[in-house]
Structure formats: structure tokens, C-alpha cells
């Protein structure tokens, strides 16, 4: 007995020193990343957060909402300064997520999501803005036009979550973690180190069939993953977008914004029939886009049809 109990007890020693290690490597790591990719733009108090935003040009104003997983410098790689040269555009930090807060875990919920960033149209006194989404951030777009549609002009959303997908990439498996004290150890531990060795491959699947370049961790803000913060906010809502886009479902119907939505149809991440489907069967004059040979990440690697896209969608905003 005495040796078992020995065995034990060095066995959980030993567990014990890999995840101090593991959790002192992240801290570095998380450090540096920080002071390399410091805030750039300007903090808002909310209902249930804070959101950090960048803002800048003027004009008709855009709203540009990122996806699951990214930050406002997804937007910044190209289409925050093409845009800014006519119009007044907002790129935000979702909640959580890049250098925003969420007070807690319930403010990942795709209408708590949506009802964070309607306060902030309301506290910044925006005018009926053009909501540029990307992925997560379409589907929360999407809430934002059903639950708080008198604060909207349109939505013009790029490669959008719109229905629930029963299955993602194997890539997207490492944010798996359902329970939120699991979910914290692995981002304290596990989670950079993995990202560090999975990365290359998991933005390889972001991208596909195109190539990703080589500037975007830092130029698009890939660097700001390798934080304790990211992969919990992105596990969060990663498992917080099955709650409620079923039922986002039953009131597509019920929207009366102008709606445009553009895909890849060799999009990696989410089944584009699929999701153009969801919306196009109810709201048959959504004005689409589809692009062969085209990912997930359109705003990075195709930024002429994104901007021509989005011309298009405020021409129809801005000129009722």
C-alpha cells in the first residue's frame, strides 16, 4: 500500500510540474504578445462589458464585426483603411474578444452579443449604421437586425453563420472544452503551447483554398490567439452559438433591412449552401455574392469584391 501510495503521490507531483510549467510558458508568451499588440483605438462602457474599437474616415458610418476567434485587426489587414476613404467606419473588439470585456460567460450568448453592441450604437450616437459582419460576427449581425432593427440601416455580412452546422474542421477540436473550470485550465495551460505547434495548420484551414499570408499574425492580428483570454473567449462562444441560432432561425423571416451576404463557395469553415440557404429561403431578395475558388477569409485575400460588395449594400443603406 505504502508504494502505491508513493507512486501516487510522485505521479501527481509530476502532473503538477508540467502544468506549472505549461502555465509559466503561457504567462511569458501571453506577456509578450501583449506588449507587442497593445490597444490601438478607444474603449466604450456597455451594458454587460467594455468594447475596444478603432474609428476612423468619415461619411456614411460601417460597423465591422469579426468572427469567432479574431479581433478587429482582421479588418485593419486591408479593409478599415480602403473603407475610411468615404465612409465613417467602426471596427470593433466583440465582446470578450481581442482587447473588449464581457462581465461573464451568459454575455457570449449570440442576443446578449448583439445587445452589447446595440448599446454601443446607442451610447456613441451612431446613425443607423451598415453592419459589416464576418462569420460569428454575421450571425450576431443577424441578431442585432431581429432584436434591435430601429438602430440598423442594413447588414452586408461576409461568410456568415447562419444555421446551426452539425460538424467543424478536426482543426477546431482543441477549443473544445464545455465545462468553464476545464475551459480556464486549458487556456492557462495547454491552450498556447498547442496553438503554437497547431497554428500554421488551423489558419491554413481558415484560408482554404487560399493561401495565408505571411504577415497576418501581426499585420491581421493572429498574434492576440496566443493569450490565455483568446482561446477562452472563442471556446465560450464557440459553445455558446448552439443555444440560440436554431432559434435565430424562426425570425429570419421577420427582417426588412437590406441584407447581402457574400461567400466563397470553397469556403472550409462553413458549408456556404448551407448558410445562404438558411437566409435566402425566407428572404429570397438578399442581395448575394458567391466567388469560386474563394475561403473563409474574403476580407483578407479578396478585399476588391469585399469593398465593391459593400458599396454596393450601402448604395442601398444610405441612398433610402
Do not use: W
Request: charged share 20%; net charge negative.
Amino acid at each position: 500500500m505504502d508504494t502505491v501510495l508513493t507512486v501516487l503521490a510522485a505521479m501527481a507531483l509530476l502532473v503538477m510540474v508540467v502544468l506549472l510549467g505549461f502555465a509559466g510558458f503561457t504567462a511569458m508568451v501571453a506577456g509578450k504578445v501583449s506588449k507587442a499588440m497593445k490597444p490601438v483605438g478607444a474603449f466604450q462602457d456597455v451594458t454587460g462589458g467594455r468594447l475596444h474599437y478603432v474609428e476612423k474616415g468619415e461619411g456614411p458610418t460601417l460597423l465591422l464585426i469579426h468572427g469567432l476567434g479574431g479581433n478587429l485587426h482582421n479588418f485593419g489587414y486591408t479593409m478599415i483603411d480602403r473603407l475610411a476613404k468615404r465612409y465613417h467606419v467602426i471596427a470593433i473588439d466583440r465582446p470578450g474578444c481581442g482587447h473588449s470585456e464581457r462581465d461573464s460567460d451568459d454575455m457570449a450568448r449570440l442576443p446578449n452579443q448583439a445587445a452589447m453592441i446595440a448599446d454601443f450604437i446607442r451610447r456613441k450616437g451612431l446613425q443607423k449604421p451598415l453592419i459589416v459582419g464576418h462569420s460569428l460576427g454575421g450571425a450576431i449581425s443577424l441578431r442585432m437586425a431581429i432584436d434591435h432593427p430601429e438602430l440598423l440601416g442594413g447588414l452586408a455580412m461576409l461568410a456568415p453563420l447562419t444555421a446551426i452546422q452539425e460538424s467543424a474542421p478536426a482543426v477546431f477540436n482543441g477549443l473544445h472544452a464545455p465545462n468553464p473550470a476545464v475551459r480556464g485550465l486549458i487556456a492557462n495551460t495547454f491552450a498556447v503551447p498547442a496553438s503554437i505547434r497547431n497554428g500554421a495548420a488551423v489558419v491554413g484551414t481558415i484560408f482554404a483554398p487560399e493561401p495565408v499570408p505571411e504577415d497576418f499574425r501581426t499585420r491581421g492580428g493572429g498574434l492576440l490567439s496566443l493569450r490565455p483570454v483568446a482561446f477562452y473567449a472563442a471556446s465560450t462562444d464557440m459553445h455558446a452559438v448552439p443555444l440560440d441560432i436554431a432559434e435565430q432561425q424562426d425570425h429570419y423571416a421577420q427582417i426588412k433591412l437590406p441584407l447581402g451576404m457574400l461567400y466563397g463557395d470553397d469556403d472550409a469553415v462553413l458549408v456556404a449552401d448551407k448558410h445562404i440557404e438558411a437566409i435566402q429561403s425566407v428572404l429570397p431578395d438578399l442581395h448575394l455574392v458567391r466567388m469560386s475558388g474563394v475561403g473563409h477569409m474574403p476580407l483578407v485575400t479578396q478585399p476588391d469584391a469585399c469593398e465593391g460588395f459593400i458599396d454596393d449594400m450601402a448604395k442601398r443603406v444610405f441612398a433610402s
